[in-house]
């Protein structure tokens, strides 16, 4: 487009108010079909939001579609961890990973949000 046709599509938006034209109503989803808001205590959101659910689950047995070159733990069960169950060994698991496994270490994770996951692993743990 020329600069100067520019130019008068600009006028001609402006003196019709075309940014303001009736919004299309049908593009927009009706009231019942957005799902209604839930509140997630902070130690499952946080593993949720961070994706711990695609490759552990979302009850932690670890068995999921995705294919690994290593199974990860079922957190029910104390004896099936590799790098220890108890809360320190959970959390150093989460920051440092497990390497040359899918298991990345979680750098940008605050202490707190890491220990609240962690809690969360424990809390998976049947005894
Ligand atoms: C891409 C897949 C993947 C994601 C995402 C992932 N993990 Fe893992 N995780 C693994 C694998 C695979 C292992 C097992 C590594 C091994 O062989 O020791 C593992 C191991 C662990 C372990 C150690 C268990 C043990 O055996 O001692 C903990 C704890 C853990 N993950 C927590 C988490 C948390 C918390 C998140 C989210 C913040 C997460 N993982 C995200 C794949 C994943």
Redesign the pocket.
């Given at each position: 487009m020329k600069f100067k046709n520019l130019i008068f599509f600009f006028l001609f938006c402006l003196a019709s108010n075309c940014a303001n034209q009736p919004d299309d109503e049908s593009q927009v989803p009706k009231q019942e079909e957005i799902p209604i808001p839930v509140t997630v205590p902070i130690d499952e959101a946080l593993?949720r939001q961070?994706?711990?659910e695609?490759?552990?689950a979302g009850n932690g047995s670890g068995i999921v579609e995705?294919k690994?070159n290593?199974?990860?733990?079922d957190f029910r069960v104390k004896s099936?961890?590799?790098?220890?169950?108890s809360l320190p060994?959970?959390v150093k698991?989460?920051q440092n990973g497990?390497p040359g496994?899918?298991?990345?270490a979680?750098t940008h994770l605050t202490l707190y949000e890491v220990t609240s996951?962690?809690k969360y692993?424990q809390k998976m743990q049947d005894e």
């Amino acid at each position: 487009m020329k600069f100067k046709n520019l130019i008068f599509f600009f006028l001609f938006c402006l003196a019709s108010n075309c940014a303001n034209q009736p919004d299309d109503e049908s593009q927009v989803p009706k009231q019942e079909e957005i799902p209604i808001p839930v509140t997630v205590p902070i130690d499952e959101a946080l593993y949720r939001q961070n994706g711990c659910e695609t490759c552990h689950a979302g009850n932690g047995s670890g068995i999921v579609e995705r294919k690994m070159n290593t199974k990860p733990a079922d957190f029910r069960v104390k004896s099936s961890y590799k790098n220890g169950y108890s809360l320190p060994r959970i959390v150093k698991s989460i920051q440092n990973g497990i390497p040359g496994t899918e298991m990345k270490a979680y750098t940008h994770l605050t202490l707190y949000e890491v220990t609240s996951i962690a809690k969360y692993i424990q809390k998976m743990q049947d005894e």
